[in-house]
């Protein structure tokens, strides 16, 4: 198993980037590792977020863009490997403007591959989403499902895969896809669902219930994904897509609901609100491929999960609620 020495992360300080590198530099870590973040601290990148390994020896940030080539090029020449979460990642914000979604998460890849190719690096990891297939009405979609993006982020996210996995078969790059479903948890940014939940009913606030609140969603801690993605890095496969799955599907509804009883409120503090453009009804990962071929199990119960971050954000309102207040949420 080569679990290389020297790890470059872009998108570190985001969500789940951040908890992967406190994963990769923390006592469940594989140990003498070296970790660069590259983040180019967009609204939703935090340094905070890596506050609990600024300290580490092995630890190095770089204030940049995934879309320099010169830097990118430095970067890469002094790494063994790359695990890349660097991308815009809001469906609605990509609705409003899709040309930053287009920028970062098909020509920063791009640039990022190249890098790759040129400086010989041995792995590369793209971290993906369940939302470049579409909507699916029944049953689970498996890894060799055609790709059907109904939104900008979704179109530009399987736009990125693609090129990433043609850099495999045009060039021989190691590359491994992992596409997960819904992540939640701690050091969410508070303009996706969760957290946004939580942190209005912690404030007393009102939440939306997008259309009918029959869309459904799988979910997955955080935690659990970075643990999968760190699978797939030390022992996938060459050109492979995994499917990280949390196991848990529930309506939008359905999470309304648990999330007003973790947070002591009920349904009049919900607003229903006209459906977004391009709202895909349901996502199913089937992810029995990562679990036969590596192991793979979430390990986070959802409600045990749900009841640790609705804590974790009432004792961290200083963490969140400038956020909040950057996003003008």
């Given at each position: 198993m080569n679990t290389a020495s020297r790890v470059l992360v872009t998108g570190g300080a985001g969500f789940i980037g951040s908890a992967y590198v406190r994963m990769l530099l923390g006592p469940?870590?594989?140990?003498?590792?070296?970790?660069?973040v590259l983040d180019k601290?967009?609204?939703?990148g935090n340094p905070a977020n890596l506050d609990a390994v600024r300290d580490h020896p092995g630890f190095a940030f770089v204030h940049g863009d995934v879309c320099d080539p010169a830097l990118v090029d430095k970067l890469v020449s002094e790494h063994d490997q790359i695990v890349?979460?660097?991308a815009e990642s809001h469906v609605d914000r990509s609705i409003l403007a899709a040309d930053a979604f287009v920028r970062t998460n098909v020509l920063g890849t791009q640039t990022l591959l190249e890098a790759a190719v040129?400086?010989?690096v041995s792995r590369v990891v793209q971290i993906s989403t369940d939302e470049v297939y579409g909507s699916i009405d029944t049953g689970s979609w498996t890894e060799e499902q055609p790709l059907r993006p109904n939104s900008p982020y979704a179109a530009s996210k399987a736009s990125a895969d693609l090129i990433a996995l043609a850099h495999h078969r045009t060039h021989g790059l190691d590359v491994r896809v992992t596409r997960c479903s819904n992540n939640y948890g701690h050091h969410q940014f508070p303009e996706k669902v969760v957290p946004l939940f939580i942190t209005r009913l912690l404030d007393g606030g009102r939440v939306p219930l997008y259309g009918d609140g029959s869309h459904v969603r799988?979910?997955?801690?955080v935690d659990d994904h970075v643990r999968a993605v760190e699978l797939v890095r030390t022992r996938g496969r060459a050109g492979e897509v995994y499917h990280v799955g949390g196991g848990t599907e529930l309506s939008n509804r359905e999470l309304?609901?648990?999330?007003?009883?973790?947070?002591?409120?009920?349904?009049?503090r919900v607003d229903h609100v006209e459906d977004r453009k391009g709202h895909d009804r349901?996502?199913?990962?089937d992810w029995t491929k990562i679990r036969d071929e590596l192991g793979y199990r979430p390990g986070r119960d959802f409600a045990t999960g749900l009841a640790e971050t609705v804590a974790w954000y009432a004792e961290h309102r200083s963490w969140w609620q400038p956020l909040a207040a950057r996003a003008a949420l």
């Open positions: 469940d870590g594989p140990g003498h590792t070296q970790v660069t601290l967009t609204y939703a890349h979460f660097a040129r400086n010989g799988d979910w997955l801690h309304t609901a648990a999330l007003l009883d973790a947070c002591g409120a009920d349904w009049s349901r996502y199913s990962v």
